[in-house]
């Protein structure tokens, strides 16, 4: 007996003394494994900012600005003053060329120190004489051009919720066509609301980087509408978005302006009825120059539901009750215009450069005729794009202020024309004008100045900006103004020194004018958007080599802590075929079909070839390969951001809510059983909350108390993190307890059924690599991090995601908010986004705290974690090799640039998420 008692302490001794030895062995593990997370972060941050530095350049922004007194007119060096009076002196008071002939007597009076702000000259106009003293813009965030544009084809009671609600307009380009007009309104990619604000006023293009400024409006200090209307003496009323305000602090009247909150994107009225309930007021008060009215609703209504909810035709009929009334209580010395910043996806996002988000309207209604309306009755009506940069020179020339200095934009000439018929001769080439009035001739001479004008403004920004940057190629500057000055000249010979008599000649010499002047501003907008954008080659070529040697570091890596099996092959193919077609925009926009595609193919191709090599009987390997492949074609037609029910019936409510949480409740109920009674309260809450959301019927309170219990409930939980003296086992079970739930939430609707898909390919990889000990069946490490790594990229496309900035769910930021708040919200909508990365991660995590040996745990997690590392690090190192090669692309800012943005970020994520993870794995403290 005592032998045996002896025996036994000293099987416990020696038990203990291994248990040592494996903790020793695993701390030394531990701190190499951080070293080489540590390293392979630095690495990755360092390769990113060298690149991003010669890559997402910003514009340039000049402190130049547009002064009354610096124009052709003003010099002594040509004649334009006296072409300017020879063009606009019949139809011009009096007064107005009494003020221009002050300023020639007299120049100390007009010197660009003043700016132009005296009576006579705010009265007259500027550059020339203005045409309209009162403006009002009416801008509907997000209005799309099929917003506004009549389908007479589409009968009352079929149209869709967006469709022929605006019937306002149709009445008044029917009723009223002389005074009316519609163009389909283009914006500069991204479409979001700051940058076409700040584009609608400088008539610059914002670059692709600007974006990051949409979430913190800064001050506009370049040139613009605002001021220009400002310095000259003209008063400003504004109601709505209170983005404006941020922009232009000081730029309206103090108690003629009415800002609002605008990023709430669940309220779909404060903002519109806000307005409506002080615009009409304004409007009668006629203390202002200029009146804007931003609404929101529209926007909110597809950031909400769709651009096709019920809720869109409200809100767009009570757009147009309210542009009815507008156009009753205007005079007849006012311009309406009704507009968008942007238009909107299907979904109702924007963000990015597909036609729906870029195609807006703009809508122009004056008492005065505006154009000599021609229609063909035998044609439907084609409306005219114009670009948005081209508001800015338009719109100032017309109110009789300079065009700001940074414009590249260009006049719309039907505005000045004032005849359909004048246009469409000028703008076809075998199109014959048979009505040709010195009145038409007297009209053209007046564009043909006002385009060189532009012209000469244009000019005279590039002549500044490529003095102080080397963004535009200088031969091609100096061709385009040469032929800008062949131009000049042979427009001022036509009208000073030709002796031409016939009508239908001088014409078709002042069409060739016209056109010439058209086509050198069309020729420098291009080169703007080829162009604008000065790469640093010395700075992306070094960014390149730091990302690539990353990859061949972590390559080393990898293969130094395990050896290479024969099937590494097959995974290591597929990663390189993956690779490589990221170099085609094609395969990019078409990736979301393709990785279905190579993950089932690369699953199937390792089963079978290891089912004829050792001809197994079973055919559980096979069946488990058709279960995988069948839940990679269901991710396909899933879609998560959706937070709110709206016309599914129950039987989808059930299919996408109920059953996945019940599989999801039975399978945590087998790993910490019922008795945790804050994670079964979460579930529950969960279930109730969407039920009372599917039937319309949640209160407001229990619609905030359920995200918070969630949020609470994780806090409690994560606690345990930090915790040195508890397992890995179970910091982990305890991090999956808070977290599921909240996983489940901002994932919206679809989260469940989007949880469980997700889950199932996990366990079927897992399981496949585990089936048999002799490995017949096996997965190797770098095969089932290559099919994670792929499952996390379907994961993010099912939901509803792509590679634009229009995808973000911003909708995820109010769960628990009823406004918006900055930090909170942009927590939960990184979280909602990268969650893939953070699921397969975690999951990789719990597989691990299951397993008992210790040692093998922290060796396989550590090769799993390598090879997600691998692969992402690949993904990104191709698609930095790609957009250094192909900078020039035609694509590169809709489609190379946003691609390379996500896949530099989520390299950074799983880098971070890595070193987070083998925190968690850490062992045990004494």
């Known amino acids: 007996m005592m032998n045996k008692k002896i025996q036994v302490e000293q099987n416990t001794k020696d038990r203990d003394k291994h248990d040592t030895s494996d903790d020793k062995y695993d701390r030394i593990n531990e701190k190499r494994g951080y070293l080489i997370w540590i390293m392979l972060i630095s690495i990755h941050l360092i390769g990113i900012f060298v690149f991003c530095q010669g890559f997402l350049l910003t514009r340039m922004e000049l402190e130049n600005h547009s002064i009354c007194s610096n124009s052709p007119i003003h010099s002594s060096s040509n004649n334009h003053f006296i072409l300017y009076q020879s063009i606009f002196s019949s139809n011009s008071s009096n007064f107005f060329f009494d003020a221009i002939n002050k300023k020639n007597e007299s120049k100390e009076k007009w010197n660009g120190n003043r700016g132009g702000k005296d009576e006579e000259e705010r009265e007259a106009g500027c550059w020339i004489p203005k045409r309209h003293s009162k403006v009002i813009i009416l801008l509907i965030d997000a209005l799309r051009f099929d917003f506004m544009e009549w389908k007479e084809e589409v009968s009352k009671g079929k149209e869709r919720n967006n469709e022929n609600k605006l019937e306002v307009i149709n009445k008044l380009l029917k009723e009223e066509s002389s005074s009316s007009i519609l163009f389909k309104f283009r914006a500069d990619p991204p479409t979001v609301t700051m940058q076409r604000l700040k584009g609608l006023t400088t008539g610059g293009m914002p670059t692709f980087i600007d974006i990051s400024q949409n979430f913190g409006g800064n001050e506009i200090k370049e040139d613009n509408f605002i001021f220009q209307l400002k310095r000259n003496g003209n008063k400003i009323s504004f109601l709505g978005d209170d983005t404006w305000i941020s922009l232009y602090p000081n730029a309206f009247l103090p108690n003629q302006s009415f800002p609002f909150d605008s990023f709430n994107v669940y309220d779909l009225d404060t903002v519109d009825n806000g307005i409506q309930a002080n615009l009409f007021s304004q409007i009668k008060s006629n203390n202002w120059n200029l009146l804007i009215a931003h609404f929101l609703g529209v926007d909110h209504v597809g950031h909400r539901y769709d651009s096709n909810a019920p809720a869109m035709a409200t809100k767009l009929l009570e757009m147009n009750k309210m542009i009815t009334k507008v156009v009753e209580e205007m005079d007849s010395e006012t311009l309406l215009i009704v507009m968008g910043d942007h238009g909107s996806t299907d979904s109702g996002n924007h963000g990015g450069a597909s036609e729906e988000e870029l195609n807006s309207a703009l809508f122009l209604h004056s008492k005065r005729a505006l154009r000599e309306f021609r229609k063909d009755g035998s044609k439907k009506e084609v409306y005219r794009t114009v670009a948005q940069v081209d508001l800015v020179p338009t719109l100032s020339l017309m109110m009789g202020v300079p065009i700001p200095f940074g414009s590249v934009g260009s006049v719309i000439p039907e505005l000045f024309l004032q005849s359909d018929s004048l246009f469409s001769y000028l703008e076809n080439q075998n199109e014959e004008m048979d009505d040709k009035r010195q009145s038409h001739l007297q009209r053209l001479l007046e564009t043909n100045y006002i385009l060189y004008l532009n012209t000469w403004q244009i000019f005279e920004y590039l002549k500044i900006y490529s003095s102080k940057s080397n963004s535009f190629p200088s031969w091609k500057i100096l061709s385009l103004h040469q032929s800008f000055e062949r131009n000049d000249e042979l427009f001022r010979n036509l009208v000073l020194h030709s002796n031409e008599v016939d009508l239908k000649e001088i014409f078709e010499k002042q069409k060739q004018v016209y056109l010439n002047f058209r086509r050198i501003q069309s020729e420098v907008l291009e080169m703007c958007r080829e162009l604008w954008v000065a790469f640093n080659i010395e700075s992306m070529t070094l960014g390149s080599v730091i990302i690539g040697i990353s990859l061949v570091i972590s390559f ?145 309170y229990f619609k905030l108390m359920v995200p918070w219990t969630i949020y609470a409930t994780c806090i409690y939980h994560s606690r345990g993190i930090f915790n040195g003296k508890l397992s890995h086992q179970s910091r982990i079970l305890n991090l999956m307890k808070g977290s599921i739930p909240l996983w489940i939430m901002v994932l919206g609707l679809n989260g469940p059924l989007l949880i469980t898909l997700f889950t199932l390919q996990f366990m079927i990889i897992i399981y496949i690599s585990i089936s048999n000990r002799d490995e017949t069946f096996g997965l190797s490490t770098f095969n089932q991090s290559t099919l994670m790594g792929l499952s996390v990229i379907q994961f993010f496309f099912a939901q509803g995601h792509k590679y634009e900035l229009n995808t973000f769910h911003f909708r995820a930021a109010f769960l628990g908010f009823e406004t918006m708040n900055f930090y909170g919200g942009a927590f939960l909508v990184i979280l909602e986004t990268f969650l893939p990365h953070i699921f397969v991660v975690i999951c990789i995590c719990f597989y691990m705290a299951l397993s008992k040996k210790s040692n093998q745990t922290r060796k396989h997690s550590f090769q799993l974690f390598m090879g997600m590392i691998l692969f992402f690090n690949l993904r990104a190192t191709m698609t930095c090799f790609f957009v250094f090669g192909a900078r020039r692309h035609l694509m590169m800012w809709r489609v190379f640039a946003p691609k390379f943005i996500f896949d530099q970020l989520f390299l950074l994520v799983i880098d971070v998420l890595v070193l987070f993870s083998w925190f968690l794995l850490r062992s045990k403290t004494s």
């Open 556 to 700: 080393i890596v990898y293969f130094s802590y395990g050896r290479i099996q024969k099937s590494d092959l097959i995974g290591f193919l597929f990663m390189i075929l993956h690779g490589i077609g990221l170099f085609s925009n094609s395969y990019i926009e078409a990736e979301k079909s393709i990785i279905p595609f190579l993950s089932i193919t690369l699953l199937g191709t390792i089963v079978f070839q290891k089912w004829n090599r050792y001809e197994q009987k079973s055919y559980f390997p096979i069946i488990l390969w058709m279960l995988f492949g069948f839940i990679s074609v269901a991710m396909n037609f899933t879609s998560g951001g959706v937070y709110e029910r709206q016309d599914d019936s129950f039987l989808q409510f059930s299919f996408g809510i109920l059953l996945p949480i019940i599989l999801i409740s039975v399978v945590t109920f087998q790993y910490w059983g019922g008795n945790n009674v804050l994670f079964w309260t979460n579930i529950i809450s969960l279930v109730l909350w969407w039920i009372l959301q599917w039937i319309n019927h949640l209160p407001n």
